[in-house]
């Protein structure tokens, strides 16, 4: 009954090629049907931790932006007060800006309304449980900076990890990359990009895009006025772009041709926005000089942009 004599080979042979053939294909309906993630898993939105600027004011922290996405978060530049704000919105319920998910930083340019909050970021989230090292994407420099900080504490990291304080062997050594424009980071649904920003002198400062399952976000960092960022940010769906007041800026002081060559006017801005269309656009790191948020606002509208804007404020959410 089961033997297989020479002449019923084929046959059995066909019927396993066969077979063989159900089972792939079978397979292949399962991978094409198998459930995508929870959407929840790439669900985006932006978090201003800092909206500010080099001015110590209380409202609003140092430059510190986080896009999170679902359970991650990707956050762009440490502004000072970068830790506590995080802290703040994770308290008021979003896990992404946990102290141990704190782990993934991209700096925009070096200046230090950017980086003072660096060392926060390196050593506070390790010490209240963060246990994987901390990634930063920076520009030329920025290795430089975090291993002077890292040198700086180094008695304080001797001192936790040995004896009764004994902190984590992990979450402290930052891993630094130095970036070029392009695809600087790729990871589960998450492709970041880099182009140069127009910052008075500065050789390196960025500006980034961000592309999620769910959204595209662009943060300008400190830039002059930029036909490059309207391009890089045209179809984004939230543009976080600086500006200065030009109604209040002191045009007879020196600054003024600082600010024009370091930084976007409110008009500039309306241009800016006019030609990339984003569904929202973000004022943020707003140089006031006197002038309020709805005067700011309305500056831009009056230069011919009327698209959705805001002007940010710290702990915003926007998605
Ligand atoms: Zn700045
Ligand atoms: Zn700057």
Same mark, same amino acid.
């Given at each position: 009954m089961h033997d297989t004599r020479p002449g019923q080979r084929p046959l059995l042979t066909m019927f396993a090629v066969v077979v063989a053939g159900l089972l792939l294909a079978a397979h292949a309906k399962a991978l094409s049907q198998e459930p995508a993630?929870?959407? $929840?898993?790439?669900?985006t939105s932006v978090v201003i931790l800092g909206a500010g600027t080099p001015k110590a004011d209380p409202e609003r922290s140092g430059p510190a932006i $986080? !896009? !999170? !996405?679902?359970?991650?978060s990707f956050i762009f530049d440490a502004g000072p007060g970068i830790v506590r704000r995080a802290q703040a919105a994770a308290d008021r319920g979003n896990p992404a800006l946990a102290m141990n998910r704190l782990d993934t930083l991209f700096i925009t340019h070096l200046h230090s309304d950017h980086t003072l909050g660096l060392p926060d970021f390196i050593f506070s989230p390790w010490v209240l449980g963060r246990e994987r090292n901390p990634r930063i994407y920076g520009p030329p420099g920025t290795a430089r900076m975090v291993d002077h900080i890292t040198a700086a504490w180094s008695e304080d990291i001797a001192m936790r990890r040995s004896g009764l304080q004994a902190a984590k062997a992990l979450g402290f050594a930052a891993e630094v990359t130095e970036i070029a424009p392009g695809l600087v980071f790729e990871e589960d649904g998450v492709r970041i990009e880099a182009i140069l920003a127009r910052h008075g002198k500065w050789v390196a400062a960025f500006s980034y895009r961000v592309t999620t399952p769910d959204k595209i976000v662009v943060i300008s960092g400190d830039t002059g006025f930029s036909p490059e960022l309207a391009e890089f940010a045209k179809s984004a769906d939230i543009l976080l772009h600086e500006v200065f007041s030009s109604s209040t800026v002191d045009r007879s002081r020196n600054d003024a041709d600082y600010h024009r060559s370091f930084h976007t006017s409110t008009e500039e801005v309306a241009e800016i926005a006019r030609r990339a269309q984003p569904k929202l656009l973000v004022l943020y790191h707003?140089?006031?000089?006197? $002038?309020?948020?709805?005067e700011l606002i309305q500056q831009v509208r009056s230069a011919g942009y009327d698209g959705a804007i805001v002007s940010a404020r710290d702990l915003d959410v926007y998605s």
């Open positions: 993630k929870d959407p $929840a898993h790439y669900r $986080a !896009v !999170v !996405v679902g359970e991650r707003q140089l006031f000089w006197g $002038a309020s948020d709805a």
